[in-house]
């Protein structure tokens, strides 16, 4: 049986078989999700019941709905031990790229909302992100560190195209000299290369390119509104021909769906011009579990089976691991297998030799409009 549930004034979908995947994600049109369940914190959930009468197939196709909303800071600090920055900016909520893995879908369940179709289909922009930047760069407390665009979600997903938030924000940290990384699947990237080429000059900015798979046809079901592969790794090649340093990201690594790609991919950038590299393998915390389990049996059941065993083989015999460092690479021999793969490959292709380092002592405070200058 097929339930269907309607909140916030939008159609959701949680599949449980399938045929009846088949259905969601052919009313879905280009989404990620097969489905819209409820989020862990609601109490209620609301259910359309498949009659047999193909009442799935006349539903309408699900347009992106887009809510501005107004926080008090844009600055998000972490202390994981895992992760190479200690702040980030996320200029939206949600990703319309509507990657059936991605971690970051249950954030949507604190809105009241499901990490499903809603995560991709209504999202939430800051347009008062510059604003809020400045204001905590000015602070004297402030000690600049590289700020992370693209922790969460995708600066450049196809909504920045209309908000331009991502460039406003760019704008704000090439003013104060202030370095930022980097981490997108849009080439949409390219449009901001006025801003990004005299950072680069000054070693304040680093871009990194994930690069899931070289397969056309796998990129568009798992990630469908993101840019393609060759689209990519032409932006790679891009902003290395720019002088702005350039990295690929081989994630989520998926074993027996992608990892045979990891050296092809490797490779590819590296003609691009990419010089550093990273990899993470698949990470599936709270619902996406779920999400990614219905993705995979709607898009390729055959081996769906062998995908989960192999993957919970690399987590502790769990669908997911939250412990530090293991979250990112795993255990166990298939696990080791993919990280000595990676490793032989950038060394072959002369990857990571020297990763680039921004610098933050550049970070200046411009005159605002009222201050006595120092005329010293």
């Known amino acids: 049986m097929a339930t269907l549930t309607n909140r916030h004034a939008g159609l959701d979908f949680t599949v449980q078989n399938g045929p009846q995947a088949a259905v969601a994600a052919a009313n879905a049109r280009r989404r990620g999700a097969r489905s819209n369940a409820s989020g862990r914190h609601e109490r209620h959930r609301y259910h359309f019941i498949d009659d047999g009468w193909q009442n799935l197939e006349d539903l309408p196709s699900i347009a992106t709905q887009v809510t501005e909303e107004t926080p008090k800071t844009i600055i998000t600090r972490n202390q994981s031990p895992d992760i190479s920055f200690d702040r980030s900016i996320n200029p939206y909520r949600g990703c319309e790229h509507g990657c059936s893995y991605c971690y970051a879908r249950p954030t949507h369940a604190n809105l009241g909302l499901s990490p499903g179709l809603d995560f991709e289909t209504k999202l939430f922009a800051k347009p008062n992100a510059a604003e809020l930047l400045r204001a905590e760069l000015l602070n004297a407390n402030y000690k600049p560190a590289t700020i992370a665009l693209g922790a969460n979600t995708d600066p450049y997903q196809p909504i920045e195209r209309r908000y331009r938030i991502t460039r406003q924000v760019l704008e704000v940290l090439a003013e104060f000299n202030h370095p930022v990384g980097i981490v997108t699947k849009s080439a949409l ?122 993957m919970r083989s690399m987590h502790a015999n769990k669908d997911y691991d939250p412990t530090w460092r293991r979250r990112q690479r795993g255990t166990g021999p298939y696990a080791w297998s993919i990280g000595r793969r990676f490793e032989i490959a950038c060394k072959r292709l002369k990857l990571n030799r020297r990763k680039a380092k921004l610098k933050a002592e550049l970070f200046t405070r411009p005159p605002q409009p009222g201050e006595q200058l120092n005329l010293l």
């Open 189 to 310: 990237v390219l449009r901001d290369l006025d801003i990004l080429q005299p950072m680069a000059e000054n070693g304040l900015v680093k871009v990194a390119l994930s690069v899931t798979t070289l397969d056309a046809k796998l990129a568009r079901a798992m990630e469908p509104r993101a840019s393609t592969p060759t689209k990519r790794l032409h932006a790679l090649e891009v902003l290395a021909r720019a002088g702005v340093p350039a990295a690929v990201m081989v994630a989520p690594v998926i074993p027996a769906l992608n990892d045979h790609e990891i050296e092809p991919i490797l490779s590819a950038a590296s003609v691009a011009g990419a010089t550093e590299a990273g990899y993470v393998l698949l990470r599936l915390p709270l619902e996406v579990s779920k999400i990614f389990r219905e993705w995979l049996m709607s898009e390729m059941p055959d081996r769906a089976a062998h995908v989960i065993s192999l």
